[in-house]
């Protein structure tokens, strides 16, 4: 649930934050832990953090190689 309100100066200036960013509060048996929402990355910007050098894993490689199971078409 997305809410907006007001919140502690000590918070914000324990969390670094400053006005409009968002987080997340998380209810914890000791009481409540705020955290840093994270931004959800563009295609662009994941794409951007790939080599595709970068050589094919072992796993990978044997995910590939394994037959259709049901009616995937490659």
Known sequence: MARQSGCP???L???KLTLGDKF???VCPD???P???RRE?????LQAQCDPKAPISDELAD???LKPV????W
């Open 9 to 11: 100066p000590a918070l």
């Open 24 to 26: 997340n509060v998380e």
């Open 13 to 15: 200036e324990g969390m």
């Open 70 to 73: 049901g009616r995937e078409r």
């Open 35 to 37: 955290m840093l929402a």
């Open 63 to 65: 995910w590939n190689n």
């Open 31 to 33: 009481g409540i832990m």
């Open 41 to 45: 990355l563009s295609l662009e910007e």
